[in-house]
């Protein structure tokens, strides 16, 4: 593929609607396993430290609420800059949804954000997705543990609150967000393998 191949709209295009259907979070963790094919644009390989599958929390949120937005600016010649930034609205304020947001605090975190263009059956792994965090454009080449990137995903916001009473909705939209240099990888495992997701719709794996 190159420049002078072009790009084709098809109907599949026309008629595709926005918005996301599954949103993963890990924390990167020291010796991760991620390999990339940037001819691809194109996560191959996601593992933990210990070899092996890498587990992920999924994370519903209100339906309609979550969105990613990708801003990028050149600031010339070859240097853009890409702001992701992805939101999502957790309803009802209460005490499990403090607790994990606490504890994404001051974390480097990887997201994969699966969007609603994704067919619906959880046999095609998922394969339509956009990753945050994880790029080796201006930055070290992984997947060496003592060369690390500094485009980790990071919590940016937590805003909302209880709301007026009996008009109000109650919750919290959550803002994550990552500064890099490329536009966001898909993850598909080199084999055509994608994100499997878990029995009680809560965890996901990547290999």
Known sequence: MAIQDGLEIDCADVQAAGGVRHILI???????LVITDQAANRVTRIRDNGGTD??????????ESSSLVINGVNEGKDNT???????????????????????MQGKCL????????????????????FVLGISDVRSNVYP????????????????????????????????LTCTQFQL?????????????????GLTATTT
Do not use: C
């Not at 969007?115 to 997705?129: E, G, K, L, M, Y």
């Open 54 to 63: 890498a587990d992920w929390g999924v994370y519903e949120s209100e339906i």
């Open 184 to 200: 966001p990888y898909t993850y598909t495992e080199a084999a055509g393998a994608g994100i499997t997701i878990g029995a009680t």
């Open 26 to 32: 890990r924390e990167w963790q020291a010796g991760d």
């Open 110 to 129: 990887m997201a994969i954000v699966v969007d609603v263009s994704s067919i619906h059956n959880a046999a095609t792994n998922f394969i339509q997705n």
């Open 144 to 175: 060496s543990a003592y060369r690390r990137n500094q485009t980790y995903a990071r919590i940016a916001s937590i805003e909302g609150g209880t709301g007026a009473a009996f008009s109000d909705k109650t919750g919290v939209t959550v803002t």
């Open 81 to 103: 800059e890409y702001e992701l930034t992805l939101s999502f609205f957790l309803p009802n304020l209460e005490r499990v949804k403090m607790i994990r947001l606490q504890e």
